[in-house]
T-cell receptor
Framework: KAGVTQTPRYLIKTRGQQVTLSCSPI?????VSWYQQTPGQGLQFLFE???????NKGNFPGRFSGRQFSNSRSEMNVSTLELGDSALYLC???????????FGSGTRLTVV | QKEVEQDPGPLSVPEGAIVSLNCTYS??????FMWYRQYSRKGPELLMY????GNKEDGRFTAQVDKSSKYISLFIRDSQPSDSATYLC???????????FGTGTRLKVLA
């Protein structure tokens, strides 16, 4: 089985721009989560989707949004980028609630 | 108080040593505990998943959960230079669909 695929791997954006990150979960996995990883804060939960429904959202401003499609693929969007949004954005998927999440390699976003 | 506390290290050990990595947590309702390994420039990789007190073994890795003390541990036997990575504990907050991660412990195994 292919793993969790995230595209692109690297992005450089300018303050004020917006960005869309993409995630393809492992085939058959319907739960997809997103995390932000920074050296100072570690891994912080952004949101979780299951069957196109957002079931939980972390403590991030409304500039951070996401969605899940009927094929379980997911995207997250960050609008009006700030320097502090520079981070590794990780997507993870799992088959059921009794399984651990499998993470992708992440998208490294740099805001300049 | 943070929900999950983990010593950030770094921890340096000689090859072949037994490594002990630890986390404490604050909420006694937590039931599911994970250990992840993260190499530089990679996503976290699931090593162990446990949901009860006691030990779970997988090759050179043993995960230990002590719910009475709210303490989880990962032991690595016969450590190898390839084990050099950051190890993250994670707790599945049942019903909220999110994990809470420790800050990670950087481990370096010296050849």
């Amino acid at each position: 089985k292919a793993g969790v695929t995230q595209t692109p791997r690297y992005l450089i954006k300018t303050r004020g721009q917006q960005v869309t990150l993409s995630c393809s979960p492992i085939s058959g996995h319907r739960s997809v989560s997103w995390y932000q990883q920074t050296p100072g804060q570690g891994l912080q939960f952004l949101f979780e989707y299951f069957s196109e429904t957002q079931r939980n959202k972390g403590n991030f401003p409304g500039r951070f949004s996401g969605r899940q499609f009927s094929n379980s693929r997911s995207e997250m969007n960050v609008s009006t980028l700030e320097l502090g949004d520079s981070a590794l954005y990780l997507c993870a998927s799992r088959e059921g609630t009794a399984d651990g999440y499998t993470f992708g390699s992440g998208t490294r976003l740099t805001v300049v | 108080q943070k929900e999950v506390e983990q010593d950030p290290g770094p921890l340096s050990v000689p090859e072949g040593a037994i490594v002990s990595l630890n986390c404490t947590y604050s909420n006694s309702a937590f039931q599911y505990f994970m250990w992840y390994r993260q190499y530089s420039r990679k996503g976290p990789e699931l090593l162990m998943y446990t949901y009860s007190s006691g030990n779970k073994e997988d090759g050179r890795f043993t995960a230990q959960v002590d719910k009475s003390s709210k303490y989880i541990s990962l032991f690595i036997r016969d450590s190898q230079p390839s084990d050099s990575a950051t190890y993250l504990c994670a707790i599945d907050t049942s019903g909220t669909y999110k994990y809470i991660f420790g800050t990670g412990t950087r481990l370096k195994v010296l050849a």
